[in-house]
């Protein structure tokens, strides 16, 4: 459904001088620097799946999904979404497909959402009962009725993403770019938001390459993640074994018994832990609490040694949080798979 090869895209960026000579010399001479945003990446996207886009700010995701959604021309490489070449602006193309930025409204601010959905409408050259059917469950599924008709200006950051993504899907797109759809939202709504887009996912079998900086949005609605740093791609893959490959090391969560006093407790702690390579407290804040980040090969000696010389009470053992094991991905090198 979206075929990526060799896909690089490169910007020529002005470099402005400081002082006011530099500055009137750069209008004659102008010196350009190039930021290579998508440095040659490949990947292949089947029908129905949904896609996590991951990387740090700058990592190349938008410029990607601008060069996939026809915004931006590519410097070289071949792209193909829908059996289409995005650049070429085939109306057939577009409405086959749609993009959400969290950041960006296509909303228009003064008027009521409707209007906007009506200019969508004639846009896309919806017909009138498939457009009324559409917008019936877009309603529905986002519970729009009550903010409809209210104008966007009015409406709340959770409301006006719901509408933005009514707007969106009122031509029924099956290949949807997804860019931080979620951002700024309260919990709730990025559940509500969650469960639309996996139910849409389902209902029209569509296509979704998603980014977003929430790991919760990732984890719930991706079987597939892709990591993307300074414009090469790190990793490509399921979640569960991104996990596997860069979780070096497990949390170890402790609770004691007031046998001894915290401070001698931690201390005695201290000296343990010294003598295991690799092994630290990360946090000791809490009264007779500690949590401790070990080698993941070694959790079960350390966790016997812990059991057999404390008052242990309770033990559990987590991997580290999805957001730093991704953050150990950007920054690791030769990972491609
Ligand atoms: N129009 C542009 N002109 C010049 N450079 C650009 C332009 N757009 C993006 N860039 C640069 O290209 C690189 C990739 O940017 P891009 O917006 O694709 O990253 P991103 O992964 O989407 O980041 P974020 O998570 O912050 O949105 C960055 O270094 C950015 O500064």
Same mark, same amino acid.
């Given at each position: 459904m979206i075929e990526v090869e060799h896909l690089t895209k490169h910007y020529q960026v002005h470099e402005r001088e400081g002082g006011f000579l530099a500055s009137l010399g750069s209008l004659f001479h102008r010196k350009y620097r190039t930021v290579k945003a998508v440095d040659d990446i490949s990947f292949h996207i089947p029908e129905g799946q949904i896609v996590g886009f991951l990387g740090p700010n700058g990592a190349g995701k938008t410029t990607t999904m601008k060069v996939l959604t026809g915004l931006l021309h590519p410097t070289s490489g071949q792209v193909k979404v829908g059996g289409y070449v995005p650049f070429e602006h085939k109306n057939a193309f577009k409405r086959r497909i749609s993009m959400v930025m *969290?950041? #960006? $409204?296509? !909303?228009?601010? =003064? /008027? @009521?959402a409707i209007e906007s959905f009506l200019v969508n409408k004639a846009i896309y050259e919806i017909e009138h009962k498939e457009y009324q059917a559409t917008l019936e469950t877009l309603v529905e599924l986002l519970d729009l009725g009550a903010i409809l008709? #209210? @104008? /966007?200006?009015? !409406? $709340?950051l959770g409301e006006r993403m719901k509408c933005e993504l009514a707007a969106a899907l009122l031509h029924r797109p099956d290949i949807l770019f997804l860019d931080? @759809?979620?951002? *700024? !939202? =309260?919990v709730h709504m990025q559940e509500v938001m969650r469960r639309f887009i996996a139910d849409y996912n389902r209902s029209y079998k569509a296509t979704i390459l998603l980014t977003s900086h929430y790991m919760a949005d990732v984890t719930a609605l991706c079987e597939r993640v892709m990591v993307i740093a300074q414009g090469q791609l790190l990793y490509d893959g399921g979640i569960a074994q991104l996990i596997e490959r860069y979780s070096r090391l497990k949390r170890i969560k402790l609770q004691f018994a007031p046998e001894l006093p915290d401070q001698e407790l931690k201390q005695q702690l201290r000296q343990a832990i010294q003598r295991v390579d690799g092994a630290e407290i990360v946090d000791a804040g809490e009264e007779l609490q500690v949590e401790l980040e070990v080698p993941r090969e070694q959790v079960s000696t350390i966790s016997a040694m812990l059991l057999s010389q404390f008052p242990v009470v309770d033990l559990t053992i987590e991997d580290p949080s999805v957001e730093s094991i991704i953050g150990q991905a950007y920054t690791s090198q030769g990972a491609r798979e």
């Open positions: *969290g950041q #960006k $409204s296509q !909303l228009i601010w =003064d /008027v @009521p008709h #209210k @104008p /966007v200006r009015q !409406l $709340s931080e @759809p979620t951002i *700024g !939202l =309260d």
